[in-house]
């Protein structure tokens, strides 16, 4: 791997693809309670990187899922990306993830040698049965060492401060089946974090999240942000991304507008993003 990957036009096999793809899935890569504050130390200086779409195409039989979709998410920022649904912002993850087939390039640029990449995907589906624990669900995501033998002493101490900086401590016991829907995406952040990324997606993380979680969620991004973490964010409420985001992207099926929030986020241009036939890009 270079300082500079690349996703070629049609290769879902690419090597950042890949790597984001197994963790998605739960296999190893090298790769609240109520209260919302942390104990975590601070989170370590890091030099994230730039992500570039130059003419992302995707067609699935004769539907255009994404048309020549072009944007830049600058080193270090939080980028989100806002739009209908069936607009294409999932389809254009998965892309990067290394899901489907494209035409167009997507590629990274690091500062230095390459880093790590965090996934956080939208939504955890499992048998609620099962009794796989908090601890039980980060071993399998994060360790190679078989979760039933429980943590490996490498990544103890990191799972331990990864489920603090959520408010997950006091709940590593609990079964994930008992937990609520925010709890659980509170534990799908925590997984996210380990190993510290460089480069963070996130696909619609506050879904299921209560007010609690929203705060630990917010702090988090300030978090991520000071610490050089680039971000790449999915999200629905257009109030947190006005407050958020240092820029959004506007997708439905192409690129409608690619600005700061309060250039973005008009009347105007919301209107044509959520049409169902946009007509021009703004």
């Excluded at 659980?184 to 990324?197: E, Y």
């Excluded at 690619?258 to 986020?265: E, S, V």
Aim: include cysteine; charge should be neutral; proline fraction near 7%.
């Amino acid at each position: 791997m270079t300082a500079k990957e690349t996703i070629s036009s049609t290769n879902p096999e690419s090597p950042v693809g890949a790597g984001l793809l197994a963790k998605a899935v739960g296999q190893s890569t090298s790769m609240l309670n109520d209260e919302p504050l942390s104990r975590a130390s601070p989170l370590p200086q890091v030099s994230g990187p730039t992500l570039d779409f130059a003419e992302v195409s995707l067609t699935l039989g004769r539907t255009t899922i994404l048309d020549k979709v072009t944007f830049q998410v600058q080193p270090g920022s939080v980028h989100a990306l806002v739009g209908p649904n069936g607009g294409g912002k999932s389809s254009l993850i998965k892309t990067l993830l290394g899901q489907m087939p494209h035409q167009g390039r997507l590629s990274l640029q690091w500062p230095g040698n390459p880093g790590t990449i965090g996934y956080v995907p939208q939504a955890l589906e499992f048998d609620r049965g099962l009794p796989m624990t908090v601890d039980d669900f980060m071993a399998a995501m994060c360790q190679r060492r078989p979760a039933f033998l429980g943590l490996s002493k490498h990544y103890a101490a990191a799972i331990g401060e990864a489920l603090e900086r959520v408010g997950m401590q006091d709940k590593r016991k609990r079964r994930m089946g008992a937990l609520s829907g925010g709890e659980r995406q509170r534990v799908l952040l925590a997984q996210g974090l380990i190993p510290a990324p460089n480069l963070l997606v996130l696909d619609e993380p506050m879904s299921a999240l209560d007010e609690a979680g929203i705060q630990v969620f917010e702090r988090l991004l300030g978090d991520w942000r000071q610490s050089g973490i680039t971000v790449l964010w999915i999200e629905h409420d257009l109030e947190a991304v006005a407050r958020l985001a240092d820029r959004v992207t506007g997708l439905n099926r192409r690129v409608l507008f690619d600005a700061t929030p309060k250039q973005a986020l008009t009347p105007e241009r919301l209107l044509t993003l959520f049409s169902p036939h946009p007509r021009s890009a703004a």
